[in-house]
């Protein structure tokens, strides 16, 4: 079974900046398509940003432009950069494949407040 783990979560004020990764435990990681996903509390789990094996991009509108996502096929990861982070950004962080596993890591908590 393919294990996630996801860290690089934390407090930030707003307007700062973190760095997620995403461990994915998978020989097969260069072929998948991978995705950035988020949770906040009382709201559905949602896609924020996803990469193919190509390496094309797509972001959701609320954070183009802030966020970027990138991968290193070597050591089977995938990274998410959040730049200028606002309160609606917090949220327990995933990272899965497109379309997504049934099985998900634990997250990574970020939370932004001043």
């Known amino acids: 079974q393919v294990q996630l783990v996801e860290s690089g979560g934390g407090l930030v004020q707003p307007g700062g900046s973190l760095r997620l990764a995403c461990v994915v435990s998978?020989?097969?990681?260069?072929?998948?398509?991978m995705g950035w996903y988020r949770q906040a509390p009382g709201k559905q789990r949602e896609l924020v940003a996803s990469?193919?094996?190509?390496?094309?991009?797509n972001y959701a509108d609320s954070v183009k432009g802030r966020f970027t996502i990138s991968r290193d096929n070597a050591k089977d990861t995938v990274y998410l950069q959040m730049n200028s982070l606002q309160p609606d950004d917090t949220a327990v962080y995933y990272c899965?494949?497109?379309?997504?596993?049934?099985?998900w890591g634990q997250g990574t908590q970020v939370t932004v407040s001043s």
């Open positions: 990469i193919t094996s190509g390496g094309n991009t």
């Open positions: 899965n494949k497109r379309p997504n596993w049934d099985s």
């Open positions: 998978t020989s097969f990681f260069r072929i998948f398509a």
